[in-house]
């Protein structure tokens, strides 16, 4: 299983992005991001080297999200987007994110305050907040000084706005985590927040594609290295972090079949803040691969809302591309669930040709889906548990 590391094409992608992105926009990017870190790798032969046909698609998946992101100024007038601006961070980072599960963390006890700060050059970062269920580490980066004019995430390579965050790095009891090391299991992603002072960094930990093997421990040292744009030297930050050891693991082993292609739901985990769902994909088809699809995937309730994803992963398990294994990552519900369904569609792009790029949206700004019925699984969840986790009895 060779790994593509994207971990720094979504970190660079999501520098791009404007902050004051609307809930609705801000969910397609988020289908961008998950279809990127989708894009499988290839198998153990080929470990040490890079897929350059792979790293093309990846551009192109990054320019969809580019598009999807300069769309979305068409929504705020220069004058929201400059109040904004001036809204400084008050209570919660989290709070100020587009994902209910970190919304709702500090109400259920999953965060720890920290007051960790750093001063260089008149400019002073923070890390107000951590949170970590298992599947994935949040961080909320926080910044203040004067002159800071744009946003943290306003950096680029033709834009070398003073206090932008330039890089990140994070070690996990000293050993960095988002390059080669970590085996290729970990993706590090940073998002705006509603202000331009606040961002959140999260690392995802994609167990089940290392053979269930957690690459970050219970209970460890979170250091973080970032760099800002006109400040010669790093801030670094150390708080001590604790796993939050609650979760329901759901197996299933339901499969669907659509023409040659087999889906197999292997299971669903839930925690307080994240849904993850782990799957297998099979070609059946002597003539085709995996690699000829564009599939992506969702998750409804029961009442028929929508889960806003995350992240994801897939590897390859073979060398023909015929065999898959993914991990897609997931908020939580708003409410327990009776049953919760898988759905998969394929996205039209604006080019009907391509298999990449940007997607076509119809007059509502959405992706244009055609689901694919003979994949859809519905299975039942042990709802008392789940609303017992979720604090709602």
Request: hydrophobic fraction near 40%.
């Amino acid at each position: 299983m060779k790994h593509i590391e994207l971990d720094k094409e979504l970190r660079e992608a999501g520098k791009q992005l404007h902050p004051e992105v609307p809930d609705m926009i801000r969910r397609r990017q988020d289908e961008v991001y998950a279809s990127l870190a989708e894009i499988p790798m290839q198998t153990k032969a080929d470990r040490k080297h890079r897929s350059r046909k792979k790293i093309r698609r990846v551009v192109g998946a990054v320019a969809a999200a580019a598009f999807i992101g300069v769309m979305s100024s068409a929504y705020l007038s220069p004058a929201m987007a400059e109040s904004l601006k001036r809204i400084p961070v008050i209570g919660s980072i989290f709070k100020l994110t587009n994902n209910l599960g970190l919304q709702t963390a500090e109400e259920r006890g999953l965060v720890a305050m920290t007051d960790t700060r750093i001063t260089h050059e008149g400019v002073t970062l923070s890390i107000p907040e951590v949170s970590y269920d298992g599947i994935r580490l949040s961080m909320a980066v926080k910044r203040e000084g004067e002159g800071l004019a744009h946003g943290m995430m306003d950096h680029n390579e033709s834009t070398s706005a003073r206090g932008s965050i330039r890089d990140v790095i994070v070690l996990i009891n000293g050993q960095a985590m988002n390059n080669e090391s970590n085996g290729g299991r970990l993706a590090l992603i940073g998002k705006p927040t509603l202000d331009p002072h606040a961002v959140l960094y999260e690392l995802f930990d994609y167990s089940y594609l290392n053979g269930g093997k957690a690459a970050i421990p219970d209970q460890f040292q979170l250091t973080a290295k970032i760099a800002l744009e006109g400040i010669a030297e790093p801030f670094i930050m150390e708080i001590p972090v604790r796993k939050n050891n609650e979760l329901i693991v759901m197996p299933s082993g339901e499969t669907r079949e659509w023409g040659s292609l087999r889906l197999t739901l292997e299971e669903v985990t839930f925690t307080p803040i994240t849904t993850v769902i782990r799957m297998n994909i099979e070609r059946t088809d002597s003539a085709k691969s995996l690699n000829s699809d564009s599939l992506l995937y969702e998750i409804w309730d029961d009442q028929g809302r929508v889960l806003g994803m995350v992240g994801g992963m897939g590897v390859y398990e073979d060398n023909s591309q015929k065999h898959q294994r993914d991990e897609l990552l997931f908020d939580r519900f708003a409410d327990a669930p009776a049953h919760i369904t898988l759905k998969a569609f394929l996205p039209e792009f604006e080019d009907p040709s391509a298999n990449s790029g940007p997607y076509k949206l119809d007059e509502n700004s959405e992706i244009i889906k055609t689901y694919v019925q003979d994949l859809e699984i519905t299975v039942p969840v042990d709802r008392a548990s789940l609303k017992k986790m979720y604090g709602q009895q």
